[in-house]
Nanobody
Framework: QLQASGGGLVQAGGSLRLSCAAS????????MGWFLQAPGKEREFVAA????????NYAESVKGRFTISRDNAKSTVYLQMSSLRPEDTAIYYC????????????????????WGQGTQVTVSS
């Protein structure tokens, strides 16, 4: 089970940190990702991190503004979001992918095995 938290209402230029806590599984066996879904749009990739946190990947739209990280001891993945823009407004979902590789990350929705319930991020202008 994945439980996302940390969303909220923030002004443009502000920051938020999302957390996603995993339970019931060996967290370190999973590569993790964050996706967003804006109203009326498809769910899209935001960021991904490998099992050992050695490889990270970001959507072009968030590079330099968002940072994904993980703490395997706490079974938690984070998304630090800075310089937020109104177009970042969406529901943010965390996802887990059982991976045999400690270095791979995954960008496609269909590659993920489990999803969290989502947390709403609203950025006002």
């Amino acid at each position: 089970q994945l439980q996302a938290s940390g969303g909220g209402l923030v002004q443009a230029g502000g920051s938020l940190r999302l957390s996603c806590a995993a339970s019931g599984r060996t967290f370190s066996s999973y590569a993790m990702g964050w996706f967003l879904q804006a109203p009326g749009k498809e769910r899209e990739f935001v960021a991904a991190i490998s099992r050992n946190a050695g490889n990270l990947n970001y959507a072009e739209s968030v590079k330099g503004r968002f940072t994904i990280s993980r703490d395997n001891a706490k079974s938690t993945v984070y998304l630090q979001m800075s310089s937020l823009r109104p177009e970042d407004t969406a529901i943010y979902y965390c996802a887990a992918k059982k991976s045999g590789s400690v270095t791979y990350y995954y960008r496609a929705k269909y590659q993920y095995d489990f999803w969290g319930q989502g947390t709403q991020v609203t950025v006002s202008s």
